[in-house]
Nanobody, 124 residues
């Protein structure tokens, strides 16, 4: 059984930084493409970033490009989301997700496994 566990969320002032982590257990992490999504209150879940199985490719939503960086460490079965220059509109529950077929995709429906999420709150 594949399990994903996010951590690192919290309350931060606008302009600050947070680093989210996601540890994957029970599967073959090094073969998965990984994604980050977020969901704000009253809104649909939206794509944030995705990274290839090797870490060599990554893509970002326009709203976070240049501020967020996704990375992974296959020796630790972990993926990270470094979030800088945070804005109040970044406030959401952040989820990591795993895609078994190595597809880099913004489509949440393509991801096979999901974590429970971690809350990020950015105050103005």
């Amino acid at each position: 059984q594949v399990q994903l566990a996010e951590s690192g969320g919290g309350l931060v002032q606008a302009g600050g930084s947070l680093r989210l982590s996601c540890v994957v257990s029970g599967g073959t992490f090094s073969t998965y493409a990984m994604g980050w999504f977020r969901q704000a209150p009253g809104k649909e879940r939206e794509f944030v970033a995705t990274i290839s199985w090797s870490g060599g490719l990554s893509y970002y939503a326009d709203s976070v490009k240049g501020r967020f960086t996704c990375s992974r460490d296959n020796t630790k079965n972990s993926v990270y989301l470094q979030m800088n220059s945070l804005k109040p509109e970044d406030t959401a529950v952040y989820y990591c997700a795993a895609e078994k077929d190595r597809a880099l995709t913004r489509n949440s429906g393509r991801y096979d496994y999901w974590g429970q999420g971690t809350q990020v709150t950015v105050s103005s």
